[in-house]
Every structure is written in C-alpha cells, then in structure tokens.
C-alpha cells in the first residue's frame, strides 16, 4: 500500500527537487528568458495568489540584484482592478493551474493584446486554455493543498530565470554565475541537516508551539517573504490567527498588543540588521514565553532559538529558513489534529466562488 501524502512528504522531496532543477537546468528556464529578451520593457511583474505570490516576494530581491532590473509582485485582483497598461514584461503563476483569479489576470492580458505568460506546476490543467505561453516550473505532483514543495520550487525558478538571463544579456559574467549555482547547490545539499535541526526544535519546544493562539512572524527584505509564507502557512493549517510585519514596523503598532499569550517568530536576516532583530526578540521575550528566535550561527544554550550553522547570504535564506515554518505548520497541525476546518465554514464555500475552479 502506497504511503499517504503529507505536508511532510513533501518538505522532505523538496531537497531532491531542488537538486534536480540545479543539475538539470529546466528547459523552461530557457523559454522564459526567451520570452522576455528583447522586449522593450521597464521591468518585470510577477502575478501570483497566496504560496506563489509568497514565493514570489522571497525571490524578488535576487532577481532584481541579479538582473539590475525592478522586479514588481502583485496579486491577480490588483493587477485586473488597479493596474493599467504599461511597459511590464508580465506572467502569471498559478501552482495549481485552476487559481480563479490567475485565470482571470491570463484573460486580461489578452483582452489587452499582450502575451498571457502562465507559470505553472500543472500544465495539463485549465490553465492552458487561458494562456499563449504555458511554462511548467517543474515541481511536479504535490496533492496535499498546503504547499510546501510548490514553494520552495517556484524561487529557484524564479533565481535560474534571473540568473540564466542576466547570463545571456551580458549583464553578469560566467564566473559569477557558476559562483551563485555553488552557492544554491550549497544551500540545497544541507536541506537535510536543517529539516533535523527544526524537528528537534519542534520536539523541544512542543509544548509551547502546540498551545499557539495567535502568532506573529517578523522579517526584513528578503527575509518579509518568508515571514509572510510563515504566516500564511501558519494560519491556514493551525487556524489560528497569524501575520507578518517587517520587523521594524512591527514596532510601529502592532507591538502594542503584546501579552504573555502572543507567540512571536523572529527571523535574522543575517545581514546588518541582525542585531535590531536580537534586540526585538529581547524585548519581545520579557513579555512573551512564546518567542522564537531563527538564524544562522552557533548556538548559544536558548532553547528558543534555532541556530543553523551555515553562512547563507541573505537573498537565498528562503532554502534554510522556509522548511522550519513548513514544518512547525504541519506538525503543530498533526499532533492538535486540526486539518478539518470549523463545520460552519461550509457557509463560507457555499456562498462565493474563490480560490479555485
């Protein structure tokens, strides 16, 4: 009998998957950097919902370094409602490739006459249909909703898009681009030793992870789009109550409601804002028993922090840090036994059409 599929399945596939795209660069890769060479644009304007649009804000800072290009990621609704016409090289992602409103922002761009780019993990899907150009990003089958491997996937097709095109424009030499795949292929191989230090972290913080009641999770740049994953990924599995601030705005308001009951994750950047974050998560910890403290170095004897022994640069923390998050979510999920939703959210779903078709 074929073992059941879980969020953990496929955080542990994720490594593997990542491997596979590093040494056999996706054609797709190529195809989308075909598309967008040549085009008279002012940037690049990545359309994406939930996990993909969170994938998106944890690739976009690599992509514009790599590619001294402005990189803009914004949801379906706001660009069909809010964004007018202009000199955008534009695609649409959709994991699933049955996202409603990913349809819906396909449909506009050819209503407008521009070429309706889909990315997706699911070509076969309707997505098809509503594209000129479809890309698989190669992720392949990932059944359970939560997706965990879909993420993690979609940046480093997002990071070899940029890096293969600025390649290709002359914009970085061979030598710096044979450096940043080490420096992937580096992060991948030790996706293992990071999924075993964050179940031991679960294991030794159990019981204060499994009594969350809502959750805040800070990060900066780069490091925003993992919170925002975090919190999203937190929220929609445990059901509780979960949001991602820049860690410096939370300063600025949401701090303000701290009580002993607040769980709060804080995420180092490594880069120099890490001592603003030890300093927040200092503060945060007088008041809070549930603070999270997540970086790279040696660890310290704090139980509540996890300390990853790597030297990661800050745009590719999402291979270390995300799969933590992940995990936290599944198992908390797991152990409470929370995967089915309140019986009156079944209004909910009978009452609008949303998410996918």
Known sequence: MDEKKTMDTYIRESAEALKNMLFHMPDEVEKLKDLYVGQPCQKIRIV???????????ARFYMQDILKTEIEVTTPFEFVHYIPIDKAFTFVISQSGCSINAIEALDILQRRGEKAIGITGNPQSIYREHCDYILDYGVGEETVGYVTKGVVTLILFL?????????????????????EIRKLKEAVERYGQVYDQSRDFITRNFSLLTSMHQAYVLGSHTAYGIAAEAALKIGETVCIPASSFESEEFLHGPNLQLT??????????????SQRSLQIYQAVSAVCERCFYIGLGKEDGDTKKLMIPMNTEHNLLPFVYLQFFQLVAYQVTESLHRWEKHPMFARFRDRIEYKIK
């Open 260 to 273: 002993p009951t607040y769980s709060v994750f804080i995420i180092d950047a490594h880069d120099e804002t």
């Open 159 to 179: 990071d070899l898009f940029a890096l293969q095109t600025a390649l290709g424009q002359g914009k970085i030499k061979e030598e710096i681009y044979q450096e």
């Open 48 to 58: 994406a919902s939930g996990s993909s649009y969170n994938g998106a804000l944890c």
